[in-house]
């Protein structure tokens, strides 16, 4: 069974820093790997989608690798907010399968 | 587009009680997924259809939950009869095309007394 593990898994930064978030997997035969934002009392966002024969995704101030061989992935948020702080989950789709696995998430604070 | 539309967005029970929530997926999609949000465990996939027919129910936890989706526009979860354990917050999600990207309801948040 898939396994998706998500460190740090709490994060504290000041405003305007870079920051990396890391996603790792134990299955390496992936469809793809999705990025979500969920805010406290709230569903989730669908951020980024990585397919397995790809190697980044950017979006805004968001960048997302994948390296399927050694099973990690990153998160990457450039000039972090305040607006930015939520708890990040990442999602492994396997090959073959229509579910994914998620992560316990990673709980950023970005500080004024 | 309205998104996947989930109610109610808070039920509260009592141990015993039937409890019924609800999904509508995004218009044209075709693929549908209940999951379960708890501190403990995280997200947990509980059944997912792809058009109208349930495909995998692994994640059922128990004879007490089941579900339906009678067409392509409505899917209800339902815990007959509830326990406090079954505490958690529903999602529901949907997804269609070559990507599969999922997209998530708001979810129910689900107190059994």
């Known amino acids: 069974k898939q396994e998706v593990t998500q460190i740090p898994a709490a994060l504290s930064v000041p405003e305007g820093e870079n920051l990396v978030l890391n996603c790792s997997f134990t299955d390496s035969a992936i469809y793809n790997l999705q990025w979500f934002r969920q805010d406290p009392g709230k569903g989730l966002t669908s951020l980024l989608l990585?397919?397995?024969?790809?190697r980044e995704q950017t979006s805004g101030r968001l960048n997302a690798s994948l390296d399927k061989s050694s099973g990690r992935s990153t998160l990457y948020i450039a000039a972090s907010q305040p607006g930015d702080s939520a708890t990040y989950l990442c999602?492994?789709?396997?090959?073959?399968?229509?579910?994914?696995?998620f992560g316990t998430g990673t709980r950023l604070t970005v500080i004024p | 587009d309205a998104g996947v539309i989930q109610s109610p967005r808070h039920e509260v029970t009592e141990m015993g009680q039937e409890v019924t929530l609800r999904c509508k997926p995004i218009s044209g999609h075709n693929s549908l997924f209940w999951y379960r949000q708890t501190m403990m465990r995280g997200l947990e996939l509980l059944i997912y259809?792809?058009?109208?027919?349930?495909?995998?129910d692994s994640g059922m936890p128990e004879d007490r939950f089941s579900a339906k989706m009678p067409n392509a526009s409505f899917s209800t979860l339902k815990i007959q009869p509830s326990e406090p354990r079954d505490s958690a917050v529903y999602f529901c999600?949907?997804?269609?095309?070559?990507?599969?990207?999922?997209?998530f309801g708001p979810g129910t948040r689900l107190t059994v007394l």
């Open positions: 990585i397919q397995s024969s790809q």
């Open positions: 259809f792809n058009n109208n027919v349930p495909i995998d």
């Open positions: 999600a949907s997804s269609t095309g070559q990507y599969n990207e999922q997209f």
């Open positions: 999602a492994v789709r396997p090959t073959g399968a229509n579910n994914l696995f």
